[in-house]
């Protein structure tokens, strides 16, 4: 084994940075979040990536995107390919697959597909939905991140600012039942433009406040890429099993564990956990939805 690795062997043994090199991880939008998840895998010693990220990066990422130089072109300097050096200077001999695209093409899909962990880290509800079937279908085990703020709808006060973790895995609690998705959002963000244009607010906050953007901030995007990571690194070494969901609040300095279970005979949980293709996600990669790309 090498010996880069023996810090992590002290934690976890030799057979569990084993196991960590033999799984195969998707990362489903190599943003601000997912360029950390990136980044602390690479450390942790996986053996596979696969990289999904249609975007380039842009000026408004210079302040929290993890592996990006000062003299990257903006535009013309896709994500995937910051993340992919990101991890070559880590590991140079570490299998990289890129699809620099939406996850709702074929390719991505088949991608996704092949890993046996998946690490969500996107912004919108609707493709969050889409990952969220594509992994119960496939019977892939999804960290979901997000990291949010709570903004008076009014005034624009900020509440609270942080994010949270969720772990599915074994059909045994998905982010349907676990109320982190909201249907009627991901319902109005699949209507098309349109229905983007006719929103009233971004992170609950009216867009006169915000001028079409939410706040993002790198400290805190390190912090839930951190809880996500540590709860995929002790599920896959045996550890411990890992926390369904974990909630950061960062105004009180403290990470919570929600108390309230599953909603009980989960639709999502019982019908489409282990279906396959009968589960027909691929139903997303019809015209209809297949234009959704936007993230704001």
């Excluded at 190599?30 to 450390?43: D, I, K, R």
């Excluded at 596979?48 to 013309?76: A, C, K, Q």
Aim: net charge negative; aromatic share 8%.
């Amino acid at each position: 084994m090498d010996e880069r690795f023996a810090r992590n062997i002290a934690l976890f043994g030799a057979e569990g940075q084993q196991r960590l090199l033999a799984t195969r991880v998707a990362v489903v939008g190599v943003g601000g979040l997912g360029s950390h998840v990136v980044q602390q895998l690479a450390f942790l010693g996986i053996g596979h990536f696969t990289l999904v990220e249609p975007e380039e990066l842009d000026m408004t990422n210079r302040n929290r995107y993890i592996g990006s130089h000062w003299d990257d072109p903006v535009p013309g300097t896709p994500k995937v390919d910051i993340a992919e050096r990101l991890i070559r200077a880590i590991d140079p001999d570490v299998s990289i697959l890129k699809v620099p695209t939406s996850l709702l093409t074929e390719q991505a899909f088949a991608a996704v597909r092949q890993c046996q962990w998946v690490f969500g880290c996107l912004d919108d509800d609707a493709i969050r939905l889409v990952l969220t079937e594509l992994c119960l279908a496939y019977r892939l085990r999804l960290v979901d991140l997000a990291s949010d703020v709570d903004r008076d709808p009014d005034s624009g006060a900020i509440h609270d600012y942080g994010g949270r973790v969720c772990v599915c895995q074994d059909g045994n609690g998905c982010l349907m039942c676990m109320g982190t998705i909201d249907p009627r959002e991901a319902a109005r963000q699949f209507e098309g433009d349109g229905a983007w244009r006719d929103q009233e607010s971004i992170y609950g906050v009216g867009k006169s406040v915000l001028d079409g953007t939410g706040p993002s901030v790198v400290s805190i995007n390190g912090v839930i890429a951190s809880l996500g990571v540590t709860e995929f690194m002790v599920a896959v070494t045996d550890l411990r099993p890992p926390q369904r969901h974990l909630v950061y609040h960062g105004r009180l300095g403290k990470v919570t564990v929600p108390e309230e279970p599953p909603v009980a005979k989960c639709w999502y949980c019982r019908s489409v956990f282990g279906a396959g293709a009968a589960a027909e996600v691929e139903r997303y990669l019809t015209a209809r939805y297949s234009s959704f790309s936007r993230r704001p």
